[in-house]
Each structure stands twice: as C-alpha cells, then as structure tokens.
C-alpha cells in the first residue's frame, strides 16, 4: 500500500488551491472539478476536508464520474491510463485534472463535457 493512501486530502487538497489560483484560477473551480470527479456535492467536499479523510477513504465512497476513464495523459512520468492499481488511478486521475485546471484549460474540457 502507498503512503500516500494514508495522507488526509485536506492537506494536499491547500497545495492545488495554492497552485490553481496562482495560474489564475479559482478554489470554486478546483472545487468543480473534485465534485465532478467524485460525485460529492459541495457539503460532502467540505465536510471530508474537515475531518481529516485519508485519499483511502475519500475514494471508497466517492462514485467516480462515467467520464472519468477519459482522463488520459502523463503525471509524474505515468500514464494515468496504464496505472493498474485502482486506488492510485483514481489519485492520478485528480492530479491530472489539477494540472489541466492550473494550466489553463477551459473547465468544459477539464470536464470531459
């Protein structure tokens, strides 16, 4: 198991805020795109952020957007495409999507629509 399962989202979820908003972006719009990817509206978001959830638990209840096995490309040097545990897919799959929003990509794209 990755270390990184045990890690509580609220405190790598204040580095894609600081990320995103300094390409310009806005906390609303990661917000956006962690409740698309998830499934959770914004009471459920804030709440997991409150208590301390690990990316573990985050994960196990959140259901996951059809779209997202389009998520495709390269983060960290690894296709999100081609990882095998679906744990670590699901994290990727949220960096991916971080990066894309941080990098200026219109939300509509970000969002598979």
């Known amino acids: 198991m990755h270390r990184v399962f045990k890690v509580s989202v609220a ?10 908003e300094k390409k310009g972006r806005t906390k609303a719009e990661l917000d956006e795109v962690i409740r698309w ?5 914004q009471a459920a978001l804030d709440g997991h952020l409150a208590a301390g959830t690990t990316f ?16 495709t490309g390269v983060v ?6 081609q ?11 949220l960096d991916k999507l971080v990066d894309e929003l941080a990098k200026g990509k219109p939300m509509h794209k970000v969002l598979r629509a």
Do not use: W
Request: glycine residues 4%; hydrophobic residues 40%; charged residues 25%.
């Open 83 to 93: 990882v095998e545990d679906p744990l670590m897919q699901k994290l990727r799959y």
């Open 76 to 81: 960290c040097g690894v296709r999100v495409e």
């Open 37 to 41: 990817l998830t499934g959770f509206d």
């Open 56 to 71: 573990e638990q985050f994960f196990a209840v959140a259901q996951l957007h059809p779209n997202a096995s389009k998520i």
């Open 11 to 20: 405190s790598v979820y204040r580095h894609y805020v600081a990320k995103v």
